[in-house]
Nanobody, 127 residues
Framework: QLQLVESGGGLVQPGDSLRLSCAAS????????IAWFRQAPGKEREGVSA????????NYADSVKGRFTISRDNAKNTVYLEMSSLKPEDTAVYYC????????????????????WGQGTQVTVSS
């Protein structure tokens, strides 16, 4: 069974850091591009960041550029999202998703590209 499991969320104060993990089971992430999305209460789900199969290409939403870093460790079958200088507006449920990538540097930005999704992890930034 293909499964993605996010972890690392929690309650933090503004300015703090968190590292989210997305671990895959039942399949290898080597052939997948991975993206992080988030959904805040009352808002639509939005793309946060994405990384190609090779790890050589990444993309970030303007709202998180310079604060978030996406990376992957294919040996551990895990993708990470390092979040720093967190703001209250970063509060959301964060989801990771996987898309089959036929090219090592392919990077999909649309949610419709991603066929496998995790259950989400809550990140709350509040003082």
């Amino acid at each position: 069974q293909l499964q993605l499991v996010e972890s690392g969320g929690g309650l933090v104060q503004p300015g703090d850091s968190l590292r989210l993990s997305c671990a895959a089971s039942g399949f290898t992430l080597d052939y997948y591009a991975i993206a992080w999305f988030r959904q805040a209460p009352g808002k639509e789900r939005e793309g946060v960041s994405a990384i190609s199969r090779s790890g050589g290409r990444t993309n970030y939403a303007d709202s998180v550029k310079g604060r978030f870093t996406i990376s992957r460790d294919n040996a551990k079958n895990t993708v990470y999202l390092e979040m720093s200088s967190l703001k209250p507006e970063d509060t959301a449920v964060y989801y990771c998703a996987a898309a089959v990538a036929y090219g090592r540097d392919w990077l999909g930005l649309a949610q419709s590209n991603y066929g496998h999704w995790g259950q989400g992890t809550q990140v709350t930034v509040s003082s």
